[in-house]
């Protein structure tokens, strides 16, 4: 028997040794098998500063767009707005449904820009600071006797509730372990004589601050006026907004909201030639709105609208359903932005709680034997909260196509485009079309009176109020 034993250890010895060995030539090659440009590849991908993030990405972006503009974040003396928002595409872009994830990353961004800068505008801020402190230098306090209560009157109400919540918390995880235990068929009398623990505060110090922002208000006339969508070589992605606000794009999207003549006025141009991209990678660059001016001078809004989809294989006619729901979704999208453009509304909200807590204790199981243990805590707190909810309602009148294009991305996934814009030109032929179809035997809608003087009516009156 004892031979036995002898040469099955010898050979769990000797196997061992050669897994060993094994190994070590497995982390350890040799050195001739290594070209100077393989190491070199190998050293570029292990500098971290080789691997240029998404986010770096559009940073150097953004630097550089605020000094093709010519102006610096935040407000200029001529009493234009500039605020800057950013998000991470949720999905990488060899993700099927990253053009979803692309469509929903730039609603964020562009809700993280409107939320910074309605703060700036009417928000109004609450900051509370309080601080607990405790000691207990009593000769007995590091003893806690079998027949003590639970401690009581050693921290503040707060802490009290706190550790209300957290005892509650542990009865409620006991109770799930202990039918945990029950249905492997551990008897019940061997869990359920867990011994109790008691927990005695000597000293504590705990400092907290919190910071409370509100705002409400209007988020009309706020231009994007550059858009990006880095990807990174590990197939992240992020997008970056720069937006405009300034007192004559607020006057803008009063006067269109109004469905009245605007005394802004700029230098016109074919919207067609200007607005609609000539390339793919134009089309898939372009997001959001643009402030534009038509041949005549008048303002416009132009945006752009974008959807996705994922091809059903071979299946032409799933296909070609599919392709029209992204058109549908890049239309619906590219409304809705004009919408918020013109009568958007939001109100928000953020919270941050942080501080510092630093607590020593002693602890005792209750049972005859038992011994106090003493622990020292040190805890950071940091925590954050954020709401944003924004809301637009505007007659569609107006509002036409200027072009829609279906784009593959370099990634592989099918995007949909859409070009709308809301036109003075669309305007006067959606409401010379109502009079005519609302005139009795059809009377020559460019024979009626009194229509431009209406609309210049209103202005007098109102222009004044900015």
């Known amino acids: 028997m004892q031979g036995k034993i002898n040469m099955k250890t010898k050979f769990i010895i000797t196997f061992a040794a050669v897994l060993a060995t094994a190994f070590a030539f497995a982390e350890d090659p040799a050195p001739a098998n290594l070209s100077q440009a393989d190491v070199d590849e190998q050293n570029r991908l292990s500098d971290p500063e080789a691997v240029v993030s998404a986010s770096d990405l559009v940073e150097d972006w953004k630097e550089a767009a605020l000094r093709q503009l010519k102006v610096e974040e935040g407000v200029t003396p001529d009493g234009k707005y500039v605020i800057f928002g950013s998000a991470n595409v949720a999905l990488p872009n060899t993700d099927p449904q990253f053009g979803d994830a692309l469509a929903s990353a730039f609603d964020v961004a562009m809700l993280e820009a409107q939320q910074r800068m309605l703060m700036d505008r009417f928000g109004r801020i609450v900051t509370e600071k309080t601080r607990e402190t405790f000691r207990d230098n009593s000769t007995n306090a590091k003893e806690i006797p079998l027949d003590a209560p639970a401690p009581t009157g050693d921290s503040s109400d707060v802490a009290d509730k706190a550790l209300r919540v957290l005892d509650k918390s542990l009865s409620l995880s006991e109770a799930k372990l202990d039918k945990a235990l029950e249905e492997y068929g551990v008897p019940r009398a061997e869990y359920q004589t867990a011994p109790i623990e008691k927990k005695k505060t000597l000293f504590k110090n705990a400092m907290l601050k919190e910071t409370l922002k509100t705002a409400s208000g209007e988020i009309a006339g706020v231009f994007p ?3 990006t969508v880095k990807m990174d070589k590990k197939g992240n992605a992020k997008i970056g907004v720069i937006l405009i606000m300034s007192p004559k794009s607020v006057q803008v999207a009063k006067d269109i909201s109004l469905q009245r003549k605007s005394l802004v006025s700029g230098k016109g141009a074919d919207l067609h030639e200007k607005f609609v991209p000539k390339t793919p990678e134009r089309w898939a660059g372009q997001l959001g709105t643009r402030l534009a001016y038509d041949a005549d001078g008048r303002p416009a809004i132009i ?3 974008m959807g996705s989809y994922v091809p059903d294989g071979d299946d032409d006619y799933i296909n070609d359903e ?22 958007g509304r939001m109100s928000a909200q953020s919270s941050r709680l942080q501080g510092e807590s630093v607590e020593k204790s002693v602890t005792r199981e209750m049972t005859l034997d038992s011994s106090t243990f003493e622990k020292t805590a040190k805890e950071v707190i940091k925590q954050s909260q954020s709401f944003a909810k924004s809301q637009a309602k505007m007659e569609m009148k107006g509002l036409t196509t200027l072009g829609s294009k279906f784009v593959k991305l370099p990634s592989g996934q099918q995007m949909c485009y859409v070009i709308r814009a809301w036109t003075y030109t669309g305007l006067d032929a959606v409401k010379s079309l109502d ?10 809608p460019a024979k009626r009176a009194g229509v431009a003087g209406e609309l210049d009516g209103f202005l007098v009156n109102d222009v004044d109020d900015f």
């Open 303 to 305: 945006s752009y609208g």
């Open 225 to 227: 006026v550059q858009t």
């Open 322 to 343: 599919l392709k029209e729901e992204a058109r549908k979704q890049a239309m619906d999208n590219a409304d809705a932005q004009i919408a918020e453009v013109v009568a």
């Open 435 to 444: 009079r005519a179809m609302s005139s009795p035997g059809g009377v020559d």
